[in-house]
């Protein structure tokens, strides 16, 4: 529990630093899981050559993938959309830094799934994109 | 009287496990699932080892065997509910599949576009989406009778609801979440004034209560066996005779039928009508084994017993700062405790009390409009059953303790 519940999750879940919605933006997704309800919604500025300018989340649900959005839209803000296309569910464990059972991964996932679904434009968030 | 809770522990032996290597377990999430007496594993591991075989239409010894232990059981079900006759209750996989039955073979043939269908706002997703399934094919019209705040049915607008003409009344008699105990027999009593058919949920009634489907005056009544010291896969569509007989089948196949032609079919008699293919016949006997062991301890004394627990929990849960609970008192509700910790999502809830072994639900459970309705996404939800004890409660608040300065 120490492990799963680490400081900085719990910091990142009450005291998010890119918690709101941008207005305007160039790209906006959001999803929900339906096994919790956990909801998350991405909006980015991009820069012509296709850089990540700025970035938030907002949406609803437990600490694991409210953290889990905040860090990575953290770590995505002046990335080329190229690189977060390639971000993956083992570069999202690395940033919460514990491992999990397969219920609470969908929780860590939703935000990079909500992600990739927004840049590469899809209709629809699927668990492939995240895999 | 009440039942002697140290010794009903014994007959459970899930309840000696550790979990985490040693922690006891605490099993708090009976509403979703009951554990199991030995009885009743011991009667289907019996039945595999000794008596297994298909059933009807067998004439060795073995097809006689399970045949009569699958029958029996059904006996023991409609006692236990009282049903007038045995032929009155169908086997089903669980109650989602018995309102399955009602909503294919009954309401498609008895509803029409325009008809009114009468749910409440606390129904579980069962008796919702086949519903909203018929109202899509059909073009029938749902509408709802509302929760209060205090989480009870308003049945001024039940009454209101009444006028409108409805075709059937289906409702759950015990909230999942909530745990409100709805007034079953007085809601039955108003919607046959009113000409309709009723539909009663029992799916947490039965596993918990004396229900007497006689005196509710029941037209359909489903439940499960899991939730009632039984086996997953079987549970039981009750319904009065004259309604069964004139429903046509639901699924077709072996079983079901008098008779097959090339181009045609008979179809059999009450209850096999219903029972298309080989059903859960060790899932039928470990059924019949819960119903004994359920009446052995007495269902007043199951209920007696829960309603202490469920008292004690509510006063325990409602002295945390910034835990709000749902549901109605204590006196007007069943063994649920759905909350709400401030600060703190019910998924964080269950996993950090699940480190100390403590097993209790989070999400929406399957009500996902109830949730909607109090604006919220989800609760975490502790259940109890008759095993379960005021120590467990006191380990239970202590873990929600520990969860609010983990979350600080």
């Known amino acids: 529990m120490d492990d799963l519940y680490r400081e900085v999750i719990i910091e990142h879940y009450k005291n998010p630093s890119y918690r709101g919605h941008l207005d305007p933006h160039d790209i906006k997704f959001e999803d929900n899981n339906p096994l919790c309800g956990d909801h998350i919604e991405i909006t980015l500025q991009t820069t012509e050559d296709g850089t990540v300018k700025d970035a938030r989340f907002d949406g609803h649900g437990c600490a694991i993938s409210q953290a889990s959005a905040d860090l990575l839209v953290e770590s995505i803000i002046g990335k080329p959309l190229e690189d977060v296309k390639k971000l993956n569910k083992q570069d999202i464990l690395e940033m919460l830094g514990i491992d999990l059972g397969p219920v609470r991964l969908k929780c860590a996932l939703l935000s990079l799934k909500v992600l990739k679904a927004g840049v590469y434009g899809l209709g629809e968030a699927s668990d492939e994109l995240v895999d | ?408």
């Open chain 2, 1 to 408: 009287m009440s039942l002697d809770v140290n010794e009903i522990r014994k007959d459970f032996p899930i309840l000696q496990r550790k979990t985490h290597d040693s922690v006891p377990l605490v099993y708090l999430d009976s509403t979703a699932t009951s554990q199991k007496p030995l009885a009743v594993i011991e009667a289907m591991d019996t039945y595999y080892r000794r008596s297994n075989a298909n059933i009807h239409r067998g004439v060795h010894t073995l097809a006689e065997e399970a045949t009569a232990l699958y029958e029996a059981a059904r006996e023991k079900i409609a006692k236990f509910i009282n049903a007038a006759s045995a032929r009155q209750i169908i086997y089903t996989r669980n109650t989602t599949e018995s309102i399955n039955l009602v909503a294919h073979s009954w309401a498609r043939s008895n509803l029409e576009a325009g008809d009114l269908v009468i749910l409440t706002e606390m129904e579980h997703h069962s008796n919702l989406v086949p519903w909203h399934m018929l109202q899509e094919e059909r073009g029938i019209e749902l509408d709802f009778i509302p929760v209060t705040e205090s989480g009870l049915l308003d049945l001024d607008v039940y009454k209101a609801l009444l006028s409108r003409g409805p075709k059937l009344v289906a409702f759950t008699h015990m909230s999942n979440v909530l745990g409100t105990i709805n007034p079953a027999a007085e809601m039955i009593r108003m919607a046959h004034a009113a000409g309709a058919v009723t539909l009663v949920d029992a799916a947490q009634s039965v596993p918990h209560l004396k229900v007497d489907v006689q005196t509710l005056d029941a037209d359909f009544l489903a439940f499960s066996a899991h939730k009632m010291c039984g086996p997953t896969g079987i549970g039981v569509l009750y319904g009065k005779a004259n309604l069964l007989e004139n429903m046509p089948p639901f699924l077709g196949g072996g079983d079901m039928i008098k008779v097959v032609h090339l181009r045609s079919y008979r179809p059999n008699t009450l209850p096999h009508k219903f029972e298309a293919g080989t059903p859960a016949i060790a899932e039928a006997v470990g059924f019949g084994a819960a119903v004994d062991y359920l009446t052995s301890v007495g269902m007043d004394n199951v209920a007696a017993h829960e309603h202490e627990i469920t008292d004690y929990a509510l006063e325990r849960l409602e002295e945390i700062p910034g835990l709000r609970l749902f549901g109605p008192d204590a006196q007007k509700k069943g063994g649920v405790a759905a909350f709400t910790l401030e600060g703190v999502h019910p998924h964080d809830v269950a996993q950090i009390l699940d480190q100390d072994g403590i097993a209790i639900r989070a999400g929406h459970h399957c009500a996902q409009p109830l949730h909607e309705k109090f604006g919220i996404p989800a609760t975490s939800r502790a259940s109890f059953y008759l095993y379960s004890t005021k120590e467990e409660v006191d380990l239970l608040v202590n873990g929600i303790y520990k969860v609010k300065e983990l979350f600080g």
